[in-house]
């Protein structure tokens, strides 16, 4: 643990491998078995309790509660994991829960920002480059697609997907998927439309904008159901790489998509 700063205050296990050029504030507690990257720092009085592994540059602010055990009552007590990615943002009261069993894993990505009370239940998959608005909450195996924004007091109920470049309003009430590019809001929630800024933020071209906002009418503002409506934006649009995401995403839904 070379290069590390510890406040004197702080407990840390023996067990616990600890970055090079690592801060680690008043109060703080790491539990055995955590493992953190280069650079990283902890505000004051964070826990981060393991089996978990953190990557470098990530940012834990004061009071995160990172890899607690499972909340599913279905826990038998095995070892269970957490793998977090690298320069990531974790407000205050961040909690992120350990896989149920010891054959899962919870993983987040890396370079999201996690705004203050949100949450990620067990066995979830976060990809990069998120952003989770205050309280945004994900209950167990929910997917998030790279590049996600949840708006603020979202609830995401189990085993349902956020595509990536979706966007979430604010006390939007997730039940079923949420296909890429689309934004959703309302509770329960509806697509409103195509996620128009995030797209053009990052970099999208007028042409693959044009063909996502054709599959959202087909998909969305015409008569035909979901299965009618895959087909004909199979049929009618050219497979570019944004619409065979769109097309896959829905053919793989389990929960079914939202509409």
């Avoid at 350990?98 to 890396?110: A, C, F």
């Avoid at 065979?244 to 793989?252: G, K």
């Amino acid at each position: 643990m070379s290069d590390v700063q510890i406040h004197p205050s702080t407990l840390v296990d023996p067990s616990a491998e600890i970055g090079a050029g690592t801060i680690i504030g008043p109060y703080c507690v790491i539990a055995p078995e955590v493992m953190l990257g280069e650079n990283c720092w902890l505000q004051h009085h964070v826990t981060l309790c393991g089996p978990m592994r953190a990557g470098a540059r990530n940012k834990f602010y004061a009071y995160c509660s990172i890899g607690q055990q499972t909340q599913d009552l279905k826990y038998q007590g095995e070892p269970t994991y957490l793998e977090i990615g690298d320069d990531n943002t974790f407000r205050e009261f961040v909690t992120i829960n350990r896989s149920t069993t010891g054959e899962g894993k919870t993983r987040v990505g890396s370079r999201g920002n996690f705004l203050a009370y949100s949450h990620i239940g067990h066995d979830c998959t976060v990809g990069d480059e998120v952003v989770f608005s205050n309280n945004g909450t994900l209950a167990g195996h929910v997917q998030v697609g790279n590049h996600a924004v949840m708006g603020g007091l979202t609830a995401v109920h189990q085993f349902c997907r956020i595509g990536r470049f979706a966007i979430t309003g604010g006390c939007a009430k997730i039940v079923q998927d949420v296909p890429p590019f689309m934004i959703a809001d309302g509770n329960p929630a509806e697509i409103r439309g195509v996620n128009l800024v995030g797209l053009e933020r990052k970099g999208f071209t007028p042409e693959s904008v044009k063909w996502i906002k054709e599959a959202f009418r087909l998909i969305y503002r015409s008569k035909y159901n979901t299965r009618q409506a895959v087909n004909a934006v199979r049929k009618e649009l050219p497979q570019t790489e944004e619409i065979m995401q769109i097309i896959e995403f829905i053919e793989q839904s389990e929960r079914g998509i939202i509409r």
